[in-house]
């Protein structure tokens, strides 16, 4: 040989290999499994890291992590509405930049249970009800609300209305001598959700002055 050789690595920058990476959203029904595969290149083999929102899903059991020299395998069994989000890659092996890029999945499930269920107005036979939409809406728009009134003597709930389009509703014809719980349960097209239920029981009676 003509010329010196020195015998070291052959650096190279952590690349995403965007064209096969999986960019837009996956959508998956409830109870589906869900692989996200991504392929890279770089020397020494970049480290890895995943995250869903500002969770490092690293040593989280719920997940399934696979990697290679040459990708990345996310492995999500039976997904549910809370699966939903936008899962971010970042890889690194301190030569140039870390590289990132993401895969947002959409899991088409009932709703989650609504939000900051409250009593107002009580009078004589009557309350009214007013809660917030579900955080997680199962991947459809919410488009109606199911009311539902227990006894606090009893164990069985009993509807109240199963066509309620806004987030409040009166409810009338009401014992003054029983008290009530109340429920509310947010519905879409994939079918009805989690209840949002109050935690103390409640008298449709006129307060004193």
Known sequence: ???????????????????????????????????????????????????????????????????????????????????????VLTIENGVGQPKSTFVTVKVLDTPAECQKLQIKNVARGTVTLVWEPPLINGGAEVTNYVIEKRDATKRAWAAVTTKCSHTSFKITNLSEKTAYFFRVLAENENGIGEPCETTEPVKASEIPG
């Open 1 to 87: 040989m003509t010329e010196p050789t020195q015998a070291k690595d052959i650096l190279e920058e952590p690349e995403i290999d965007l064209d096969v990476a999986l960019r837009t959203s996956i959508v998956a029904k409830a109870g589906e499994d869900v692989q996200l595969m991504i392929p890279f290149k770089g020397r020494p083999t970049p480290s890895v890291t995943w995250r869903k929102g500002e969770k490092n899903i690293g040593n989280d059991p719920r997940y399934n992590i696979q990697n290679t020299e040459s990708s990345t395998l996310v492995d999500i069994p039976q997904v549910t509405r809370h699966d939903t989000g936008k899962y």
